[in-house]
C-alpha cells in the first residue's frame, strides 16, 4: 500500500494555530479528512500517517477521533506535554490506543536550538519506549547537530526526521546540513521524511532541479530503506499542491528498482510506524 507519512488536519483556529502568519492564508481555513480523501484518491495512495500540528492533547483526540472514523487513516503522531513529571500517566491513558504511534514536539519554534537535549524533556523521551512510541524530530538545520546528540542518548528508540531537517534551500546552502545529514543517517534507529521541501525554497520561486540536489543527499544518506514519503499536506500549499508534489517524488525515485520504490512510498512507513 502506498502511505502518505506525514500530513495535518485542523479546523482553523487563530489561537491555537497561531503560527499561521499573514503570508499564509491559504492555510487559514479547516482542513479535514475529506478533504484529504479527495487528493489521496488522486494519486492513488491507499493509507496515510496524521500528524500534529498544535501542541495540545485536545488536537491529538481530535487525530485519533479522525483515525477511528476513517479507514484510509492508519496512524496518528500526536503531541504531549514530554517535560511534565507525570508524563507516564499521561502516555498511560492512551496506551491503549491502536492509532498512536508517535509523539512530536514543535523543537524548531523553539528559542533555544539546543532545547531537545534539556533534561526534562529527555525524561519524557525515554517514556516512550515503554509505550512502544517513535518519536518524529521536527527542526530546523541549525538544530540538527543537537538532534544527533539527542538521538544518540536513546540508541533504542525510533526516530523520523520530518522534512529532510528543514535545509537551507531557499537560501542556495548545502553545508552544513549535508555533512550532518550523512552524520544523523549513520543512525540505524532514524529514518526519514521526504517531505516539507518546497516549502524551505522561495515559494513561488521554486524549481525541480532546485530540491533535487538536497532530494538525493537525503537518498544516498538513508538509502532506500530508510526514507518515506510525506506530502505534508496542506502545509505544503504554500508552495505546492498534492498531486504536483507526488509526481515530482515519483519521477526523482523512478530509476530505482521496483522494491526500493515501494519501500520508500509506502513500505518504510508501514514498518516504522507499525501500521496495519
Not at 526514507?227 to 523512478?254: H, K, Q, T
Request: net charge negative.
Amino acid at each position: 500500500m502506498k502511505i502518505d507519512a506525514h500530513h495535518h488536519f485542523w479546523k482553523y483556529d487563530p489561537v491555537r494555530y497561531s503560527w499561521m502568519n499573514e503570508s499564509m492564508e491559504i492555510l487559514k481555513k479547516d482542513y479535514q479528512p475529506a478533504d484529504l480523501q479527495v487528493e489521496i484518491e488522486k494519486a492513488e495512495i491507499g493509507g496515510v500517517v496524521s500528524v500534529q500540528a498544535d501542541q495540545s492533547l485536545l488536537e491529538t483526540d481530535e487525530l485519533l477521533d479522525h483515525a477511528t472514523e476513517n479507514d484510509f487513516i492508519k496512524g496518528v503522531v500526536g503531541w504531549f506535554p514530554l517535560a511534565d513529571p507525570a508524563i507516564e500517566e499521561v502516555l498511560a491513558e492512551y496506551a491503549d490506543n491502536p492509532w498512536l504511534k508517535g509523539v512530536r514536539h514543535v523543537v524548531q519554534d523553539e528559542p533555544d536550538d539546543r532545547f531537545i537535549l534539556g533534561e526534562a524533556f529527555n525524561e519524557g523521551i525515554r517514556k516512550l519506549e515503554e509505550f512502544d512510541l517513535i518519536y518524529d524530530i521536527l527542526i530546523y538545520e541549525r538544530q540538527l547537530g543537537a538532534s544527533i546528540e539527542f538521538v544518540d542518548l536513546h540508541p533504542n528508540l525510533p526516530f523520523v526526521l520530518d522534512h529532510v531537517a528543514k535545509p537551507r534551500i531557499g537560501d542556495g546552502l548545502m553545508e552544513p546540513w549535508k555533512e550532518q545529514m550523512f552524520e544523523m543517517s549513520r543512525r540505524e534507529n532514524v529514518t526519514c521524511k521526504l517531505s516539507g521541501m518546497a516549502t524551505e525554497a522561495k515559494w513561488a520561486e521554486w524549481t525541480s532541479d532546485q530540491l533535487r540536489p538536497y532530494m538525493e543527499v537525503a537518498l544516498d544518506a538513508f538509502g532506500p530503506d530508510r526514507l518515506m514519503f510525506g506530502s505534508d499536506w496542506p502545509v505544503a500549499r504554500l508552495a505546492v499542491d498534492y498531486m504536483p508534489w507526488v509526481n515530482l517524488c515519483r519521477e526523482f525515485i523512478s530509476s530505482l528498482s521496483t522494491d526500493e520504490r515501494e519501500a520508500i512510498e509506502g513500505g518504510n512507513a508501514t514498518r516504522v510506524y507499525r501500521l496495519d
